[in-house]
Antibody, heavy 120, light 108 residues
Framework: EVQLLESGGGLVQPGGSLRLSCAAS???????MTWVRQAPGKGLEWVAA????????YYADSVKGRFTISRDNSKNTLYLQMNSLSAEDTAVYYC??????????????WGQGTLVTVSS | EIVLTQSPGTLSLSPGERATLSCRAS???????LAWYQQKPGQAPRLLIY???NRATGIPDRFSGSGSGTDFSLTISRLEPEDFAVYYC?????????FGQGTKVEIK
């Protein structure tokens, strides 16, 4: 059974940093992976994606230069390092699987999400 | 960037009725690379449809997708109580994936 389990969310002050993790199980961790976020009461926003080998990364303009997506295939874990956080980054962050090695697809499996709140 | 516009914003229907949701793209979606998701309160989105018309694993056949180019639709033939939720369309085919703003299907 495919499982994605996010962790690392919490309350952080504006300008602060946070690192999210997504532990994957139940499949070969060679698929492309993506982070999608959802602000409270709002829709879904694609944030960042990474290829299956980790060699290629992609970012939404809203997070480019502040967020870094990475993965450790030996640990079956996806990461999102978030720096220079602002209130606009407050959201539930989901990790999701691309059904391919290149991140250009839909998302066939999702984690349950982890809440990031940026507030003083 | 392809912008997806969903309509209506809210659809008020009764169980057993037919629901038709629309998703319009600002430019043609290549090779019908369009997906639909269902999201219930407090839950992660669930993939329903990919490739505009292919049902994902385990999705009941009352859900169907259609369309091409810039106009797509999701139809729920007979609404079950568990179908009342928010539905999102999403285009793909490049690394820059985008979602529509969602359509809420609520009980009338």
């Amino acid at each position: 059974e495919v499982q994605l389990l996010e962790s690392g969310g919490g309350l952080v002050q504006p300008g602060g940093s946070l690192r999210l993790s997504c532990a994957a199980s139940g499949f070969s961790f060679t698929y492309a992976m993506t982070w999608v976020r959802q602000a409270p009461g709002k829709g879904l926003e694609w944030v960042a994606a990474i290829g299956g080998s980790g060699g290629s990364t992609y970012y939404a303009d809203s997070v480019k230069g502040r967020f870094t997506i990475s993965r450790d295939n030996s640990k079956n874990t996806l990461y999102l390092q978030m720096n220079s956080l602002s209130a606009e980054d407050t959201a539930v962050y989901y990790c999701a699987r691309d059904p391919g090695v290149v991140p250009v697809h839909y998302f066939d499996y999702w984690g349950q999400g982890t809440l990031v709140t940026v507030s003083s | 960037e392809i912008v997806l516009t969903q309509s209506p914003g809210t659809l008020s229907l009764s169980p057993g009725e037919r629901a038709t949701l629309s998703c319009r793209a600002s430019q043609s979606v290549s090779i019908n690379y369009l997906a639909w998701y269902q999201q219930k309160p407090g839950q992660a989105p669930r993939l329903l449809i990919y490739g505009a018309s292919n049902r994902a694993t385990g999705i009941p056949d009352r859900f169907s997708g259609s369309g091409s180019g810039t106009d797509f639709s999701l139809t729920i033939s007979r609404l079950e109580p568990e179908d009342f939720a928010v539905y999102y369309c999403q285009q793909y085919g490049t690394s820059l994936r985008t979602f529509g703003q969602g359509t809420k299907v609520e009980i009338k």
